[in-house]
């Protein structure tokens, strides 16, 4: 199947843990991204990478690292995990950047419900 | 910023219509996106405009005014299975990135 997979799908975890979230795209597209969203269902960028390069990195802190070994996958570790980490996170892919591009339509992977006690 | 409105909740009845609108920065407006998102899982797309005017696809159509920053979705013959959020979001030149609105929450009751 064609698709993004992300794994785990749930985590729960206690606070000042280190933790990964694994995300693989083959879809053969050429960017990648990580979104969280929130208790209230709202969805915010975190990081844009376009063929292993970071393009897009919002006001995340820097306990979140993503890592991009090559296009086709996109990581993201968290450090040091806080109670306000808990929500979903989503990655996804697109086949081009989406500056003034046009339909560039992102397919998302299921999410990874991060809890942090 | 690049504030994405939309209102938070619908209801509407099996059989219906209903029209979920988003308003928008229009400085730099490059397209605007709905997904559809069910509970608990990944949001999918469902259309895209970057013209003025309406785009039609089976139940669902979706509308742009450019100069009103303004757009909506709408969504004929409601099915029970349409109940989920909408998400309107916004591509701006220069601007790497897709800005989501924070979601309209659509349930559609018998």
Redesign the interface.
């Known amino acids: 199947d064609t698709a993004v997979s992300q794994t785990p799908k749930y985590l729960v975890t206690q606070m000042g843990n280190d933790k990964s979230i694994k995300c693989e795209q083959n879809l053969g597209h050429d960017t990648m991204?990580w979104?969280k969203q929130d208790s209230?269902?709202?969805?915010?960028?975190m990081f844009?990478y376009?063929n292993k390069e970071l393009?897009?990195n919002?006001t995340v802190p820097n306990r979140f690292s993503p890592k991009s070994p090559d296009k086709a996958h996109l990581n993201l570790h968290i450090n040091s995990l806080e109670l306000g980490d808990s929500a979903v996170y989503?990655c996804a892919s697109s086949q081009d950047?989406?500056?003034?591009s046009?339909?560039?339509?992102?397919?998302?992977?299921?999410?990874s419900r991060l809890t942090v006690l | 910023g690049q504030n994405i409105d939309q209102p938070t909740e619908m209801t509407a009845t099996e059989g219906a219509i209903v029209q979920i609108n988003c308003t928008y920065q229009t400085s730099g407006f490059?397209?605007l996106?709905w997904?559809q998102?069910h509970a608990g899982?990944?949001?999918?797309?469902l259309s895209?405009n970057?013209l003025d005017g309406l785009e039609e696809k089976g139940r669902f159509s979706s509308f742009l005014s450019r100069s009103k920053g303004y757009s909506y979705l709408l969504l004929k013959e409601l099915q029970m299975k349409d109940s989920a959020?909408y998400?309107c979001a916004v591509?701006y030149?220069?601007?790497?990135?897709?800005?989501?609105g924070?979601?309209t929450?659509l349930l559609v009751s018998p």
């Open positions: 991204y979104y209230k269902k709202f969805l915010k960028i844009s376009n393009i897009i919002e989503f950047s989406p500056s003034g046009g339909a560039n339509v992102l397919t998302f992977g299921a999410g | 490059n397209g996106f997904y998102q899982e990944a949001p999918t797309f895209y970057v959020s998400l591509t030149t220069g601007f790497q990135k897709l800005v989501f924070t979601g929450r």
